[in-house]
Nanobody, 126 residues
Framework: QVQLEESGGASVQTGGSLRLSCAAS????????IGWFRQAPGKEREGVAC????????YYTDSGKGRFTISKDSAKNTVYLQMNSLKSEDTAVYYC???????????????????WGKGTLVTVSS
């Protein structure tokens, strides 16, 4: 059993930065690929960025390319999402999830995730 807990969500202004954290407990992250997903108000949840269990492979969807960076600290059993140049359309609840497939497969198919956190809210306003 894996427990995931997101943190770092906040209200920021357009152009600002945030770093989200996904802390895992129960099982080491080296067993799972980890992904960041988000759900904006009135929209379906979508993948943003995913990282392989080894940390050596990252994958970004169109929503995460260019401004977001996913990384992993195995010693802390934590995955991060660095978000820069935030825009209003980045406003969403951000979730992390753990799953067995490749990072790309996880990001493109949330049904492949085995475990989910409860989410953290990011609000970007001008």
């Amino acid at each position: 059993q894996v427990q995931l807990e997101e943190s770092g969500g906040a209200s920021v202004q357009t152009g600002g930065s945030l770093r989200l954290s996904c802390a895992a407990s129960g099982v080491g992250l080296h067993y799972y690929d980890i992904g960041w997903f988000r759900q904006a108000p009135g929209k379906e949840r979508e993948g943003v960025a995913c990282i392989s269990s080894s940390g050596g492979i990252t994958y970004y969807t169109d929503s995460g390319k260019g401004r977001f960076t996913i990384s992993k600290d195995s010693a802390k059993n934590t995955v991060y999402l660095q978000m820069n140049s935030l825009k209003s359309e980045d406003t969403a609840v951000y979730y992390c999830a753990a799953g067995p497939p490749t990072a790309q497969a996880l990001c493109n198919n949330e049904a492949s995730a085995d475990y989910w956190g409860k989410g953290t809210l990011v609000t970007v306003s001008s």
